[in-house]
């Protein structure tokens, strides 16, 4: 059932939940690679975090993800156990997607569910030279690793970032919501526009460079329970106004590298609730995608 629950909570923002709707991988989206970045099965070890109650899995929400990055040649492994140098040794790119503290908590108090061992050891190897690539969402992801963030000196809200309007998440250059930078620009691949789904958003250093922006358009929610979010949202919860949050980042840290992104729906391909409507790389709006993970993997891999 916890896992189940997992599942729905980006429904919250719609305030649509049912107990019959659920999140699947899209096993039709395919995403064709003609010249893959490494000798299939000769590319650099990724390791993906599913030790930290990640309610999306590599044989789950995620396989799209994996069946991707394995075609552009990447060797990835699912990891059941917490940080340790010695796990990371032959890892090129640590991957997070949503951890939480506890998946059947939804309300305050949030804690890390990263211990302080772990985000030390994390630090110390990035710094050294790994790449991290953290995805996160809304509360109560971005409390569980708002430590681990801290550690890299990116702050993340605890919160639900929402356009005022209701309307489709899209992020783009021509709305300078999207920025021009190494990841969406530089790598010869050019991506135009990204769409999300629900999220967060979080302050980077002044040496980050910002990916994806959040505006005066939006506001960042802080309930003290994730259930009362919901259409509409009731006028007395708190918020930010979303205008100076990014929710799309990276920087470089010591000799290391980190990407940071406030929703995990981008880079999944699902079929979602009982329409089994596409979410993530699948969506007609957001075909970009594919090509914008392997633009980050790849700047992960420099």
């Not at 309307?167 to 050019?190: A, Q, V």
């Not at 959040?214 to 919860?237: F, G, T």
Request: glycine share 8%; proline share 6%.
């Amino acid at each position: 059932m916890n896992r189940f629950i997992a599942c729905l909570f980006l429904l919250l923002l719609l305030g649509t939940a049912q107990l019959s709707a659920q999140q699947v991988a899209d096993e039709q989206f395919h995403y064709p690679i003609t010249d893959p970045h490494h000798r299939i099965g000769d590319g650099p070890l990724l390791l993906f975090d599913e030790a930290h109650n990640n309610p999306v899995t590599l044989r789950g929400a995620y396989a799209p993800f994996s069946d991707l990055l394995l075609t552009d040649g990447y060797r990835l492994r699912s990891v059941k156990e917490k940080i340790s140098y010695d796990q990371l040794k032959e890892v090129k790119i640590y991957i997070s997607i949503n951890a939480l503290y506890n998946p059947e908590n939804w309300k305050l108090p949030t804690y890390s569910a990263f211990t302080d061992q772990e985000i030390e050891t994390l630090r110390q190897w990035v710094f050294d030279g790994g790449s991290l690539f953290l995805v996160t969402d809304h509360m109560p992801c971005g409390g569980s690793v708002q430590k681990l963030g801290a550690a890299f000196g990116i702050h993340i809200v605890n919160g639900f970032a929402l356009p005022k309007n209701g309307r489709p998440e899209i992020f783009s250059k021509e709305r300078e919501t999207l920025l021009y930078n190494e990841i969406t620009t530089g790598s010869g691949k050019e991506i135009d526009s990204i769409m999300c789904w629900g999220g967060t958003g979080f302050i980077v250093p002044t040496k980050a460079h910002i990916i994806s922006l959040l505006n005066e358009e939006y506001d960042i929610y802080l309930p003290n329970d994730a259930n009362q979010i919901k259409r509409p949202i009731p006028e007395d919860i708190p918020r930010l106004s979303g205008k100076g949050f990014a929710n799309g980042a990276y920087l470089q840290f010591g000799k290391g590298r980190i990407v940071v992104f406030g929703d995990g729906a981008p880079f999944s391909a699902q079929l979602h609730g009982i329409k089994s409507e596409k979410r993530g790389m699948n969506h007609p709006a957001a075909s970009q995608h594919a090509q914008f993970l392997l633009n980050i993997v790849h700047w992960l891999d420099q």
